[in-house]
């Protein structure tokens, strides 16, 4: 059983870890060339040949509130990602942004730049692309959560909320004029 994290934009962080835990790839995919659709479906191609019959796989969800053209871009890297795993029945769990940084750090709210050294100090892993140690978080997101009727007691707190919100998300509700 291999464990996948895949951080998805123009710069997608890929990391494989076996079933032990250990890094088996860690690579930042950036496609062919400058120009799209040619860079875009390149990077997801490179993405997916990585990727076997099942793998335990979880994907960062999208930071619905930001805005602009390279967030544009994004959107349509994860979501060609999310095809490309759906085209060949790859099931994959989602972590959201916060979920990340709190599984990762002990708090949702962390920024990209102090999010290093509580990765180097708990798992002993770091690499010098912010992708792909988010790709590692979310990697080891998908190890305990297909394995948390065995793992799930030893995670610290910060961990334990994680796996259960993505477990059993919080309900969300409509609001509704006049209520």
Known sequence: MRYVG?????RTGL??????????VQKEITGVGKVDPKR???LVQDLVKHIKAGDKIAIEGFSYGSQGNAMSLQYGVGFAIRIALWARKYEYIE?????????GTGKGNTPKKQMTKPIREHWGFSSS????VDAF???QIAKSYH????EVAELP??????IEAIVNPPSRQKATAGA
């Open 95 to 103: 972590a959201s942004p916060g979920q990340l940084k709190k599984f």
């Open 147 to 150: 394995n948390r009727s065995q």
């Open 15 to 24: 990391v494989i870890l076996d079933e032990d835990g250990q890094v088996v």
């Open 129 to 132: 692309s912010d992708n792909i």
């Open 137 to 139: 978080v979310l990697a």
């Open 6 to 10: 895949i951080d998805p934009s123009t």
């Open 40 to 42: 875009m479906g390149t």
């Open 157 to 162: 707190k910060h961990q334990q909320e994680v």
